[in-house]
T-cell receptor, first 117, second 112 residues
Framework: GAVVSQHPSWVICKSGTSVKIECRSL??????MFWYRQFPKQSLMLMAT?????????EQGVEKDKFLINHASLTLSTLTVTSAHPEDSSFYIC?????????????FGPGTRLTVT | QQPVQSPQAVILREGEDAVINCSSS?????VHWYRQKHGEAPVFLMI?????EQKGHDKISASFNEKKQQSSLYLTASQLSYSGTYFC?????????????FGTGTRLTIIP
């Protein structure tokens, strides 16, 4: 149980284009999902908290107009990187917290490696 | 502020024990431990709640000292599969703060 999927697993795009990454909780509902970014050999940095049916909460320093988050249902959140640039190349990981979870446990997706050329 | 983990990296022979520490500068509600292998997403290991909780599974256990704002992860009789980077994630100080702040990470390498 507690499986989270991400699609795509990797994507290569040209500078200036937009890329959408999907995060799905497969066997549970998730009112809250989280988006992280991880650079090589570094820790995970929270970008934003996504709540179903409401606007995402972005961490300080994260451009909300560049990283668009939509939590359309209890099992799906999407991250769109708009006008991507090479510095946006990174490993993007989502996690999902089961609705009603008492201890704030989160389950992570397999990640999406974005390369902007 | 990001929790600090120690050591940053450690190399062990199969069968040896390891201790990984996680220290926070703020009060905590809970500590979560994850293991991440290269190029993969973190895998959940366990959660510890404030109140001096200790728990374990197989040969991996952990403790949480809320007064010291520290948690330790114990790996006994390490196996090759234990290799990876270990992260602590902290929640707190209040119950209503559900964001997970990840620590600096500890890279564990197990050699035969």
């Amino acid at each position: 149980g507690a499986v989270v999927s991400q699609h795509p697993s990797w994507v290569i795009c040209k500078s200036g284009t937009s890329v959408k990454i999907e995060c799905r909780s497969l066997d549970f509902q998730a009112t809250t999902m989280f988006w992280y970014r991880q650079f090589p050999k570094q820790s995970l940095m929270l970008m934003a908290t996504s709540n179903e049916g409401s606007k995402a909460t972005y961490e300080q320093g994260v451009e909300k107009d560049k990283f668009l988050i939509n939590h359309a249902s209890l099992t799906l959140s999407t991250l769109t990187v708009t006008s991507a640039h090479p510095e946006d190349s990174s490993f993007y990981i989502c996690s999902a917290r089961p609705t009603g979870a008492f201890n704030y446990e989160q389950y992570f997706g397999p990640g999406t490696r974005l390369t902007v050329t | 502020q990001q929790p600090v983990q120690s050591p940053q990296a450690v190399i062990l022979r199969e069968g040896e024990d390891a201790v990984i520490n996680c220290s926070s500068s703020k009060a905590l509600y809970s500590v979560h431990w994850y293991r991440q292998k290269h190029g993969e997403a973190p895998v959940f290991l366990m959660i510890l709640l404030k109140g001096g909780e200790q728990k374990g599974h197989d040969k991996i256990s952990a403790s949480f000292n809320e007064k010291k704002q520290q948690s330790s992860l114990y790996l006994t009789a390490s196996q090759l599969s234990y290799s990876g980077t270990y992260f602590c994630g902290t929640v707190g100080p209040n119950f209503g703060n559900e964001k997970l702040t990840f620590g600096t990470g500890t890279r564990l390498t197990i050699i035969p």
